[in-house]
């Protein structure tokens, strides 16, 4: 029988749409051969990608960062538009 899991890092918002939980600063989400490594900070979000199994190594193969204040700045202008 497996067990059951009661600390998640992630909430479902839809059944393809999920937040990270404040109490979480990352998590890992495998899709295929992928892991990727998302990471919230005081500044903003990263996101990390390893092929699966070298999660371990020093630099990931690929990724993006997008600072809070970067994103309100990119909303406003929106909305300005």
């Known amino acids: 029988m ?7 890092a992630l909430v479902a918002e839809s059944t393809h749409d999920f937040k990270l939980k ?11 051969n992928i892991s990727v490594y998302i ?3 005081d500044e ?3 996101v990390d990608l390893w092929p699966r199994g070298l999660e371990d190594k020093d630099s990931s193969i690929s990724g993006a960062w997008l600072t809070y ?3 309100q700045e990119y ?6 538009a």
């Not at 497996?2 to 998640?8: D, F, G, L």
């Not at 404040?22 to 295929?32: E, F, L, R």
């Not at 909303?75 to 300005?80: F, G, N, R, S, V």
Request: aromatic fraction near 10%.
């Open 2 to 8: 497996s067990e059951k899991i009661t600390n998640v």
């Open 22 to 32: 404040d109490s979480y600063y990352a998590c890992w989400i495998t899709v295929k």
């Open 39 to 41: 990471q919230q900070t």
């Open 44 to 46: 903003g979000v990263a």
């Open 69 to 71: 204040k970067e994103a």
């Open 75 to 80: 909303l406003d202008e929106q909305e300005a």
